[in-house]
């Protein structure tokens, strides 16, 4: 019964892994049975999992419970009452507190991806952009992803992925502050980065206000906003 447990926690592991590794790709991948969100789906199969080790030894005075930190990442139930859990369940809250541990959220796995998307788009460029002068076919490339930036700055449900110049951010907003270290960008929680991305910031209004320059993103199907 014991390995059966320890089994099961590990089978959570591989699972959370899978769904972690696929999501922060953009990948689409099917979500736990019965949830609704992220983290929700990882805090399911854990309650499970040291559920049935609450009953396995529900009968023993003290028990030690050794766990990843990779399943407390993704371990939230704050909005759960304390009679609702087991004592195993109460105690890793409890853990999570004493620790102040930082749980991750849908929030934080979204601005993750975001991370990994403009890192793996800027390392596509930064191969590319020798080849351009020399080699058709990665010039065409370029341009290609060159105008689909222009039309859509920003895009929800993004469906190319799988390419590396089209994985960046799937949101759809005028406006988000990043946190920038060179080529390296980050997105902090509630939008507390120093520096704004932006049309104003990038000098848009200014383009635009050129004679003709209005006329001439809009025939081109460019974005104005």
Same mark, same amino acid.
């Given at each position: 019964?014991?390995?059966?447990?320890?089994?099961?926690?590990?089978?959570?592991?591989?699972?959370?892994?899978?769904?972690?590794?696929?999501?922060?790709?953009?990948?689409?991948?099917?979500?736990?049975?019965?949830?609704?969100? *992220?983290?929700?789906?990882?805090?399911?199969?854990?309650?499970?999992?040291?559920?049935?080790?609450?009953?396995?030894?529900?009968?023993?005075?003290?028990?030690?419970?050794?766990?990843?930190?990779?399943?407390?990442?993704? *371990?939230?139930?704050?909005?759960?009452?304390?009679?609702?859990?087991?004592?195993?369940?109460?105690?890793?809250?409890?853990?999570?507190?004493?620790?102040?541990?930082?749980?991750?959220?849908?929030?934080?796995?979204?601005?993750?991806?975001?991370?990994?998307?403009?890192?793996?788009?800027?390392?596509?460029?930064?191969?590319?952009?020798?080849?351009?002068?020399?080699?058709?076919?990665?010039?065409?490339?370029?341009?290609?992803?060159?105008?689909?930036?222009?039309?859509?700055?920003?895009?929800?449900?993004?469906?190319?992925?799988?390419?590396?110049?089209?994985?960046?951010?799937?949101?759809?907003?005028?406006?988000?502050?990043?946190?920038?270290?060179?080529?390296?960008?980050?997105?902090?929680?509630?939008?507390?980065?120093?520096?704004?991305?932006?049309?104003?910031?990038?000098?848009?209004?200014?383009?635009?206000?050129?004679?003709?320059?209005?006329?001439?993103?809009?025939?081109?199907?460019?974005?104005?906003?």
């Amino acid at each position: 019964m014991k390995d059966s447990g320890l089994v099961r926690i590990k089978l959570v592991i591989c699972h959370i892994k899978t769904y972690a590794r696929e999501r922060s790709r953009g990948r689409p991948i099917k979500q736990f049975r019965n949830t609704v969100s *992220y983290v929700g789906a990882q805090t399911q199969c854990i309650l499970q999992a040291i559920g049935r080790l609450d009953r396995t030894f529900n009968k023993v005075a003290e028990v030690t419970v050794m766990i990843g930190d990779g399943v407390l990442d993704y *371990y939230n139930v704050t909005s759960m009452a304390p009679y609702q859990l087991g004592p195993i369940a109460q105690a890793l809250q409890d853990y999570q507190r004493q620790s102040h541990w930082r749980v991750v959220t849908s929030e934080v796995v979204k601005k993750e991806r975001w991370r990994n998307h403009t890192n793996q788009s800027q390392e596509f460029f930064n191969q590319v952009k020798h080849d351009l002068q020399v080699k058709a076919v990665v010039a065409r490339r370029y341009q290609k992803a060159r105008e689909f930036y222009l039309q859509h700055p920003t895009l929800m449900n993004n469906q190319r992925t799988d390419q590396p110049e089209f994985a960046y951010l799937d949101m759809q907003a005028n406006a988000y502050y990043v946190q920038r270290n060179g080529e390296m960008f980050d997105f902090p929680e509630n939008n507390n980065g120093r520096e704004s991305i932006s049309a104003a910031a990038a000098g848009l209004p200014i383009l635009l206000a050129y004679p003709g320059m209005l006329a001439h993103f809009k025939q081109n199907q460019w974005a104005i906003e």
